[in-house]
């Protein structure tokens, strides 16, 4: 039976994770990647990808370290973070393309559409970078903690990002939906959500 320091350990690890989702770098990749679609079932499928490959890789990593005492080198860590900036720019980019072709004439949604679904896997490997970039804080936590204690903690951290992108993106569906039944305003929001991802971008090349 589990004492109460060790639950206060494990709620601390779900309740982390929860607010871990809300980074700024996540949030700032899973708008503008879903700010290409207008379907809420849609956005909460691509929330719940990026916390499922988020927490997977984690867990894997987690589990690795345990078995076989290997760790992700630091160099490859720093690329992942690095990596990070870079998918930043590219979907702030990305989303001032889908603009620009959203006022041609001929484009329709249901056309965006029909590309998202062939490319509905991108926020699983999504998750898995922001995993890989941010895990060496959670490996980290190993040595002070028994091995069981220690994936049951990256477990729940895991569980609580989940959740957290799932509660971003019911949110994010939320604000499109009232965005866009004013078309200035839906615009002006996605060319600002370009933007600040590749401000955010750029930041991030230069602080790593």
């Excluded at 079932?41 to 990808?49: F, G, I, R, T």
């Excluded at 005492?69 to 990305?94: K, T």
């Excluded at 949604?109 to 890989?132: C, E, N, R």
């Amino acid at each position: 039976m589990m004492d109460m320091q060790t639950l206060s350990a494990l709620a601390l690890g779900l309740f982390v994770g929860v607010f871990h989702a809300f980074d700024a770098d996540h949030v700032m990749a899973m708008s503008s990647y879903a700010n290409q679609t207008q379907k809420r079932l849609m956005v909460l499928k691509y929330a719940s990808k990026w916390g499922l490959g988020h927490g997977g890789i984690l867990l894997l990593l987690a589990l690795t370290l345990v078995l076989v005492g290997y760790q992700l080198p630091n160099w490859f860590v720093h690329s992942a973070e690095l990596a990070v900036g870079l998918l930043l720019i590219y979907l702030g980019a990305r989303l001032f393309i889908l603009f620009k072709r959203k006022r041609l004439v001929g484009y329709q949604d249901s056309s965006a559409d029909k590309q998202t679904k062939k490319a509905d896997h991108v926020p699983l490997f999504i998750g898995m970078l922001h995993g890989v970039a941010g895990s060496a804080p959670m490996l980290a936590l190993l040595p002070s903690m028994l091995d069981t204690q220690f994936l049951q903690h990256i477990g729940l951290f895991s569980v609580g990002c989940l959740v957290g992108m799932f509660c971003f993106g019911l949110g994010f569906s939320q604000i499109q939906a009232k965005l866009n039944l004013h078309a200035k305003a839906s615009q002006g929001f996605t060319l600002g959500l370009g933007s600040l991802s590749i401000g955010l971008g750029g930041y991030w090349l230069i602080l790593g």
